[in-house]
């Protein structure tokens, strides 16, 4: 019988991962098994099973992910203070190498040192921070560098060019995000291109609200269909009867801020 060996992750590498990738202790972490429904693999949020808290990454959680016994997904944005520990640029189109060889050359005269790992068709060019800057300034400096080499840059009219990582996710009208912050599950929704916040926790049995329907500001609960209104927090509908709680919102330089902890003046 064959055996399989598993290579080991030595505490040295396991300490220089976590303090050049690990921004927070919250992570996700992928399914053993397939979704019964879409056959692939997700990623879902590991919580204590006692207290239901989320749990918060320690060492030998990342020694498992990098000796492959689990996979996990870290966040590459601080939510807190938006800022990320590293910039990955992905290009990844016929001849991308020699645009991401020209690129680190110049980023190299600005003094950022890149690391350039190769892939199928191009590569990334690795930027690893001293200390967590914040992930939309980062992105501007490389794009704005990028055009200004003539290099092609991915979304800006053209279909292949560079990407810079971390991106922040874009809400649109009528999307929603569920966050952790500050160990609450917060719900961001769009609506009409207005964003309000609620907790993510059903008032009736503790159900994941933000994954239910959402028609104009009502959501239903996918448990048991209780209904809220996102801007208010009011419960709509039982078998719910008391209001789910809301966070004030605020928008800044596109990014989209949730303040935990703080319920919109009433009105
Ligand atoms: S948990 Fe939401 S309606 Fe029951």
Redesign the pocket.
Known sequence: MMRRHRLKAPAGVVADYFRLFVNRRAYTLQSDRPHPESGRHYYFRPTDKKTGQGLSLTLDTIRRHIEGEITIALYAINPENQRCKWVAIDADYKNALPDLIKLGYYLKQDGVESALEKSHRGGHLWVLMAEPLPARDCRIYVYDLASRLGLPVKGAGLPEGIEVFPKHDELKPGDRKVAEIEGLFIAVFNVGGQFYAIEDV??????P?AE?DLDGYEIE??????RFSVKTGEVLAP??YEDVATFEVRVEGGVVQVRAGARPPEG
């Open positions: 059903c008032t009736h049995d503790d159900g609200v239910g609960c996918p448990r048991h269909g209780a078998p719910a």
